[in-house]
């Protein structure tokens, strides 16, 4: 059983989607009208594809004609609306929201949305986007994860049918802060309702350079605006196992993982040199040592480090590293 899947409560008639794993072998499903519904996992079964395709009624099935036009007409002439591409983040209740990608101009667009960082990535969405019309992301986000959610990339090319003035491959890769995405909630269009929205082909604001305000930020003291950063003091223990990292972990490669594993590693350790600790210990497990490797080649060379060992071996044997900072 995994998240997507089918499947039918066994005691009663309900069918639903398998939207996420909960704790002590409990499964939530959504069933109609987007409710959730969390069951016991040895009260539902699978709904083979081969069950659903003999029992559903055949429809029949429609013949798509593309329309017909006079040769020599430019189709792009109906191209009103040149940008229209939203991101939009709708809530559910305070804890969860769904991801959507809205196509509100007048392009049809073949499109693919991951994330993940630089070679890597994984899947959420993608396939032909028409005009007017906006994809959901099957799976709701959970806000408590936010800063695991990682990088964002969309691609596309600008289609329609006919004849029309070619345009360049549209990609946009962003990073989601907290600090801005609260403060992004309007009313998405087509969805009618109010999110956490973001146009991915909205023009960049022109900079504008004040000659007065940056003579007045360069004058101010480098000291002032130290004190004025808080720096959060990490524990003396950081646990870099994945699991104590994001739930999402599931739906991860190792890829994935890692990456996630090593921003935390990355964060933490800046943190603790910055707040003045002596020593941290980071655990990452033995498993098969790419986490222990990666960190020990982050650490060596760097001036802050005076030196740094396998920690507590009577109790981590070799899956912990212990920092010395200078």
Not at 116 to 130: D, I, N, V
Not at 164 to 193: C, D, G, Q, V, Y
Not at 306 to 324: L, S, V
Request: neutral net charge; charged residues 30%.
């Amino acid at each position: 059983m995994n998240i997507g899947d089918k499947v039918r409560l066994i005691r009663s008639k309900e069918e639903g989607i398998v939207i996420r794993f909960l704790k002590n072998d409990v499964v939530e499903v959504e069933i109609e009208e987007g409710f959730k519904l969390p069951v016991l996992r040895k009260e539902l079964a699978v709904v083979s594809k081969a069950e659903d395709k003999a029992f559903k009624p055949q429809s029949k099935v429609q013949e798509t004609i593309a329309p017909q036009r006079v040769v020599g007409e430019r189709s792009s002439s109906h191209v009103k609306a040149e940008k229209g591409i939203y991101l939009a983040f709708l809530p559910i209740n305070d804890k969860l929201v769904s991801l959507h990608i809205i196509n509100n101009s007048d392009w049809d667009l073949p499109f693919s949305l991951t994330s993940g960082a630089e070679k890597t990535h994984r899947g959420l969405l993608g396939g032909f986007l028409a005009a007017r019309t906006f994809q959901k992301y099957p799976i709701d986000l959970d806000l408590k994860d936010f800063d695991d959610w990682g990088n964002l990339t969309f691609q596309t090319f600008y289609y329609n049918f006919g004849y029309f003035t070619e345009r360049p491959t549209f990609i946009k890769k962003m990073r989601l802060r907290a600090h801005t995405f609260f403060n992004n909630k309007k009313s998405a269009p087509i969805i009618a309702k109010d999110c956490y929205l973001y146009q991915l082909d909205a023009e960049d604001d022109p900079l504008i350079i004040n000659p007065v305000e940056l003579k007045e930020k360069m004058m101010q003291s480098k000291i002032e605006e130290i004190s004025l950063k808080t720096i959060e003091k990490p524990a003396a223990t950081i646990d870099l196992h994945i699991e104590q990292l994001t739930t999402n972990f599931l739906g991860m490669n190792n890829a994935q993982m890692l990456d996630l594993q090593l921003r935390t590693f990355e964060s933490k350790f800046e943190n603790a040199i910055a707040s003045g600790m002596d020593e941290i210990v980071f655990i990452h497990g033995v498993g098969n040592g790419v986490l222990k490797q990666e960190i020990q080649k982050k650490l060596a060379g760097n001036k802050n480090v005076a030196w740094f060992q396998d920690a507590q071996k009577e109790k981590f044997g070799y899956g912990a590293t212990r920092i010395k900072i200078k």
